[in-house]
């Protein structure tokens, strides 16, 4: 996962009170020409994190307390030292899926069913399967 971040110096921040399209159109014109700057979590209608580069983050920060729209808005850096969530994550995600597939097919592993319930973050319901990987 380290090294999926590696050279970047990023973050996260919680947004709470922004409508949703105008947070998706100033997180898109700061991602615009490369920089790292997603959505990452929608954890309620009034909490949405965001993902990126720390000084791109602070520049989204910087226009939601200026811009007339967003002014009521808050802006909650998160104690995190990587920009978890976002597709910067994808290619640790594949490491991790190769690691788990390469293990099973070498019995070095060996997943087994739950002991107590697993309740999906979703729905709440308990999740009773589970896929370890499709490679």
Do not use: W
């Amino acid at each position: 996962m380290m090294d999926a971040c590696k050279g970047i110096d990023g973050g996260m921040i919680a947004v709470l009170l922004c409508p949703l399209p105008v947070l998706m159109k100033m997180v898109s014109e700061l991602s615009e020409g490369g920089s790292l700057c997603e959505i990452a979590n929608m954890n309620s209608p009034k909490q949405i994190v965001v993902s990126g580069e720390r000084k791109v983050l602070e520049e989204l920060t910087r226009r939601l307390k200026t811009e007339k729209e967003t002014r009521r808005c808050k802006v909650i850096p998160l104690n995190v030292s990587y920009p978890f969530h976002c597709s910067i994550m994808k290619s640790a995600s594949l490491e991790l899926d190769q690691f788990v597939h390469d293990s099973l097919q070498k019995h070095d592993i060996e997943i087994l069913s739950p002991k107590v319930p697993v309740l999906s973050n979703v729905d709440g319901f308990p999740v009773l399967s589970f896929c370890c990987c499709d490679l």
